[in-house]
């Protein structure tokens, strides 16, 4: 989560220094003024709060790193110590000769198995809680790009009604604004967004292949596959009657075209087992 935090924050500023770029080339092109006089404030020494998120995103990552030793090496440990307590609860009932040591042995592991159920709750309550607060992220980034989506809209509207009018026909321009918001749309849907669903559902499928999920559900779990991403070169078509409106099929929210007078194609049996597998397998997560 912080991690994501420190990336937006740099990828804000980064997304400012190539608008406030772009603006003093503009103003060198149209003064004719030779080049160096427009010095560019961004070359010099970054701002202190993102050099303290470039310090922080390394110190997470050194971090997460540190974890993931951790890890290992505990997976490791309990292996070895569930092979030892295999090894043990065999040898036990052999060496317990009264009815006293058998009720204790018993009441020692009916202790050891609550423990482990408790700690398989806490944890799928963690992973619940970190679901959510990822869930959170995802509809604050959707609601921005949807304003910035509504702007783009609106001033695209104004742009062609003053083209409609015959006001600057056949010489109207990209206004600086919208090309600036074209700039920002294009950055956080076809930037961002493609590296971060695809990590999402990555770490999805392997909190659904866990040994407490798999616990919690019978049969074999179902791999979520990303949707296909088309390739982008950043740049995006012009206003047009043709094309008025710029493509974005990387978008979540991309609808299939609608064909006037053909049948839609049917989704095949493969389509459709691994649709009902997909949402089977995120139902049993967010559904608990």
Known sequence: MEFEKQTALINEYEQERTIRRRRLENASEASDSPD???EDEDEGEEPEDIVQAWDDLRYIQEEEQRYQDMRKN???DLIDLREKASKMEEALPDKTSTDEQKELLELL???HELEIENME????QLIKDHELRRRDLMILRYDRQRTLCDEIISRQRQLIEDMDNGRGAGSLQMPAELQEMYDLYTQEVHGANGQRNTRFLNELNE????PSMLSLRPGDVPSITPRRQSTFDGRLPPISSENSV???ASSPLQLPPIAIGAASPEPTEADRLEMRQNLRGINSVLGR
């Open 36 to 38: 160096g006089v427009f």
């Open 74 to 76: 505990a997976e490791a």
């Open 109 to 111: 592991l009916k202790t």
């Open 121 to 124: 709750m806490r944890s799928n």
């Open 207 to 210: 909190i659904l292949r866990t």
């Open 246 to 248: 710029p493509n974005s």
